[in-house]
């Protein structure tokens, strides 16, 4: 029902920033949550930042709580993540997903995948 495609990730010194964008095509609904998680090799999947596609309040997991930002364009049904200050530990794959429910931390709970864009934070 809808499609997300990711994009913005590469490599980045510790310190540096980055800004990745999620576009939605297909249908759109204005009750979904959308969600950023990240994985590295050999970990779960974790919880980055969600935000509610009509109602904007935005919700971020305590790693990277201070130093990131994540907001929508509704005109351009895009949805995007700034992280600075960044960080060895945040080499990952990043995803962007959606969820109709209210369980924006569980990737369980997300319906829709886009295949991810990598980010790597090395000297």
């Known amino acids: 029902q809808v499609q997300l495609v990711e994009s913005g990730g590469g490599l980045v010194q510790p310190g540096g920033s980055l800004r990745l964008s999620c576009a939605l095509s297909?249908?759109?609904?204005?009750?979904?949550?959308m969600g950023w998680f990240r994985q590295a090799p050999g970990k779960e999947r974790e919880f980055v930042a969600a935000?509610?596609?009509?109602?904007?309040?935005?919700y971020y997991a305590d790693s990277v709580k201070g130093r990131s930002t994540i907001s929508r364009d509704n005109a351009k049904n895009t949805v995007y993540l700034q992280v600075n200050s960044l960080k060895p530990e945040d080499t990952a794959d990043y995803y962007c997903?959606?969820?109709?429910?209210?369980?924006?931390?569980?990737?369980?709970?997300?319906?829709?995948w886009g295949q991810g864009t990598q980010v790597t934070v090395s000297s």
């Open positions: 997903a959606a969820t109709e429910t209210v369980y924006y931390r569980d990737p369980t709970r997300y319906d829709y």
């Open positions: 297909g249908r759109t609904v204005s009750n979904y949550i």
């Open positions: 935000i509610s596609w009509s109602g904007g309040g935005t």
